[in-house]
């Protein structure tokens, strides 16, 4: 199958392009090759290549003939450097989503696998002892300031135990970043209704592995403790250390691609469904800092007690739908998959 796949140059997108070369399908790479993410010379994945931008309606038009379905990576990723930021994401994320949306229905292509995000979940699921589920709000500032990163149970403050969120829990997107991940899944859930499109939306948790990017206010943590290993710095490792995280490798994201494009054609026509994209097994970013430097051959971790405000304290996925429902099961364990970043290549 032809299939248009947005941000292909990107980290995420090139794997998914490789991919889908590997298996026999015809990838097409669209991208804008955003200075933000591509601050030096972009590497072009091996593949056919529309240098264009998701807002451009006339230029993804050209781009959509022959295709099959669309698999859409485009995005301004990251929390960004600030509040100045966001009409940047809102225009890159959203209006893009729906530019390209639009273009797709005037083209008759009726198949799309986007790419979601765990933000879209706000601070997760957690169990307090007295009131079980719970969902607490933002953490206060004073709180973080006193180094109480925990978020405590709204109803009656005690101390609670993280869990793992499912598809079904409700969206508490906060950020503006997280905002616009959760408009792009509403965007694809009316254009499906309105088309009878079918549409996936991955909610992929941390990804991590070869061609991420170096660090930027656009980039993940593990990029920033890969980044600072290769200047020879200890990785700085904000809060206590303990946030829970479910790191899922690159290569099990691109076939988790993969998986959504086979089977998104036998989905129900009119429907969009999300799917969990997690490795399944949660580890704190301080144990990812820790494995990261031993395997690079140090400096060590140092734990510095700083806090980002968009940032949530735990989030874990239960990925169990993906697996069920489209057969996909992540292949590179953690241990294997952090000693492969260490010495894998950054993108610059
Ligand atoms: N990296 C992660 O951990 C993670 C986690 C959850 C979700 N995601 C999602 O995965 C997708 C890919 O992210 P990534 O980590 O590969 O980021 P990336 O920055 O490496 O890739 C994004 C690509 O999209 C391109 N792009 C951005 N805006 C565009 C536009 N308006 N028109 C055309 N191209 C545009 C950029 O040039 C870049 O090549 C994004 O949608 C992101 O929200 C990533
Ligand atoms: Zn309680």
């Known amino acids: 199958m032809r299939v248009l796949v947005t941000g292909g140059a990107g980290f995420i997108g090139s794997h998914i392009v490789a991919a889908l070369t590997a298996a026999g399908h015809e990838p097409v790479v669209y991208d804008a090759l955003l200075p933000a993410a591509h601050p030096r010379e972009p590497e072009i994945p091996d593949a056919e290549f529309v240098r264009g931008d998701v807002r451009d309606a006339a230029a993804l038009e050209a781009a959509l003939r022959g295709v099959g379905a669309v698999c859409h990576q485009a995005a301004m990723v990251g929390l960004g450097s600030g509040f100045g ?23 008759g292509v009726s198949r799309l696998v986007q790419a979601g995000s765990m933000v879209v979940y706000g601070e997760g699921r957690y169990v307090c002892p007295v009131h079980g589920v719970v969902r607490p709000g933002p953490r206060e500032v004073a709180d973080l300031d006193a180094g109480r990163f925990e978020p405590r149970c709204p109803l009656c403050g005690a101390e ?3 869990g793992l969120v499912t598809e079904d829990a409700p969206a508490d997107p906060r950020n503006v970043y997280a905002t616009t991940k959760l408009a792009q899944e509403h965007l694809a859930a009316a254009w499906a209704r309105a088309t009878g499109g079918r ?12 061609g991420m990017p170096r660090d930027t206010p656009y980039a993940g943590v593990a990029s920033f403790f890969r980044s600072a290993l290769e200047r020879g710095e200890a990785p700085r490792v904000f809060e206590d250390g303990g946030q829970r ?13 993969l998986a959504a494009l086979d089977a998104v054609g036998d ?24 494995a990261l430097a031993t395997a690079f051959g140090g400096p060590m971790p140092v734990v510095t007690g700083e806090y980002r405000l968009g940032d949530v304290r735990h989030i874990t ?18 241990g294997d998959g952090v000693v492969e970043f260490a010495h894998a290549p950054l993108r610059s």
């Not at 995280?245 to 691609?257: E, I, K, L």
């Not at 429907?271 to 580890?283: C, I, L, M, Q």
């Not at 996909?328 to 953690?334: A, N």
């Open 85 to 107: 930021d966001a009409p940047d994401y809102v225009s890159c994320n959203d209006h893009g989503t729906a530019v390209l949306l639009a273009a797709m229905a005037r083209q």
């Open 160 to 162: 609670m135990a993280p």
């Open 199 to 210: 549409a996936v939306s991955l909610r992929y948790h941390n990804v991590y592995g070869p």
């Open 245 to 257: 995280r479910d790191f899922v490798h690159v290569r099990d994201v691109a076939t988790a691609n």
């Open 267 to 290: 989905r129900p026509e009119g429907r969009h469904t999300a799917y969990n994209a997690g490795s399944g097994h949660p580890h704190t970013v301080g144990e990812m800092a820790t």
């Open 317 to 334: 996925a239960d990925s169990a739908r993906l697996r069920r429902d489209l057969g996909w099961k992540p292949s590179v364990e953690f």
